[in-house]
């Protein structure tokens, strides 16, 4: 469980200097919400936001280098915003259940001597139980791969140096590695492991239709990955789980795509699950293979939220490319209905669709807009002049935003 409070980005392409919801370091702003929405017009940043939230996934399964050079960002030095001395940075204000304290986790990535990029600073902070005000103390706190950290649930250190809790030195042996995956594997650090088991459930979503067609192995696997190519894969191993709970899903899953009648498993002589469509009209059904690239894409994203163990953030990309236009507020309704209002699952999606964004409310939409000096600015909707009031009486944010009364 848990969730994204807020999240603020410096100097990471055209997000010079960008915040949104409440932070620890700005607690002005309203917590974001389990469904966020971020629009504006091409070029203003979407991409660059999506890509952040990627950026940081990738830093988990490689290292910060490795991270800078892939999907064709072209290292370090194409990432950093232009003319910017300053190092890329993130702050992440987190909650892992309505009860528990929020946890801030800060990061920092610069160039070392050698020109290489590293993890120049690493910090998680957390206030003590009962304490609703006042500086949190930190317990992880590394520059250049030194510092200290504490085990267990409680405890840190203050910012004057007093230390309550089992304070241990710590010092990594590769500083282009996070802290958090070095520590967050041992059972001592209890709260690194379970910030970094929320990092790592994270579901960045670049759904391509021709990479669901493709013929897998029969190997059943939980989880979609990124592209949808193991997409049934996935149908095979919720089906092994439990047929009769899959059967449901499908059958329900079958009422929100249209001119689709029925859904079916299908196991073949080796093992491999595959899934056959049964159309409007049609005396036969079609594999998925032969399904449009609408189906596919609405069929993946259904689901992707029928997921049993649900991956607690999932940034999806413009779900409206290759749909007819009319399916997205049915989309944008079930994409709110199943993220709910607890801390089980988080929604970010990029989209240019005012039919997708009329399902939304004020407080659930963000504007990204450039600056006068060409970088991004985050604005939440509900902040601009006249929306609210607009949609209390009955106006629907995707007609407002396209008839130009905000973003």
Known sequence: MGKILGIAIKNYGSLKNIKMGKLFSDQTGDELGNMVAIIGASGNGKSTLADAFGFISDCLSADVETACDANNRGGYDHLVSQNSNEPIHFEIYYKETYNSRPITYELTIAKDKMDRPYVKEERLRQRRPGIKRGWPLSFLYLIDGKGYAFEGVEGGQDEDGSVVGDKKIVELSDTRKLGIVTLGAMKQYSRIEMFLAFLKSWYLCYFAPDAARQIQTAAPVQYLNRTGSNLNNVAQYMYRENPGEFK?????????????????????????????????????????????????????????????????????????????????????????????????????VTTHSPFFVNALSPDQVWVLEKGADGFSNAKQAASYDFVKELVDEGASMGDLWYSKYFG
Request: net charge positive.
């Open 248 to 348: 449901k899903i499908l059958a329900d899953i079958q009422t929100k795509i249209p001119n689709i009648t029925k859904i079916e498993p299908v196991k073949l002589q080796n093992g491999q699950m595959v899934l056959q469509f049964w159309q409007q009209g049609f005396e036969q059904p079609f594999f998925s293979q032969r399904m449009s690239d609408g189906t596919l894409k609405l069929f993946a994203y259904y689901l992707l939220l029928h997921e049993r163990n649900p991956r607690q953030l999932v940034f999806v990309e413009e779900p409206e490319n290759g749909l007819y236009h009319q399916y997205l507020a049915n989309l944008a309704i079930e994409m709110k209905r199943n993220v709910g209002t607890g801390f089980l699952k988080q929604l970010f």
